[in-house]
């Protein structure tokens, strides 16, 4: 079957059964490998999308329904530009394998769009479905927090 997807602001074409993860169809189908697989049972955060601005385990939407506007860690930023959260991210020195962290900063980006100046609690609240094996939790946070800084200064 063929599919059309809003992906970072295009409109994509692929080519895959309907019962086939949206995790798959970015990475094997769009070659698009910034979304990682990780549990494949939206357990661990990995694979973490956004769709519509909602965070979403892609690793656990068929296909057939991932409709909307679907954006991975490769359109976060504007063109040429890394958004607030991934520059905090690198100012913070969070990633250490870095496998995690591109369902990280898209659980981030959405919380960060929902609270747009979020507590501890906020943040722990939000990102406990996303697992860091190297255990960057406090660098995490402390990014969260320099990125809202961020986007209140414009």
Sequence with gaps: MSFTLSVNGALRQVDLPGD?????????GLAMTG???????????????LIDGEAVRSCQVPLADATGKITTIEGLGQPGALAPVQVA????????CGYCQSGQIMQAAALLAQIPDPSDQDIDEAMQGNLCRCGTYPRIRAAIHEAAQMI???
Excluded: E, S
């Design 89 to 96: 991210w690198v100012k913070h020195q969070v990633a250490q």
């Design 35 to 49: 979304t990682k697989f990780g549990c494949g049972v939206a357990a661990c955060g990995a694979c973490t999308v």
């Design 20 to 28: 086939v993860p949206l995790l798959w169809a970015l990475r094997d």
């Design 152 to 154: 209140k200064a414009g």
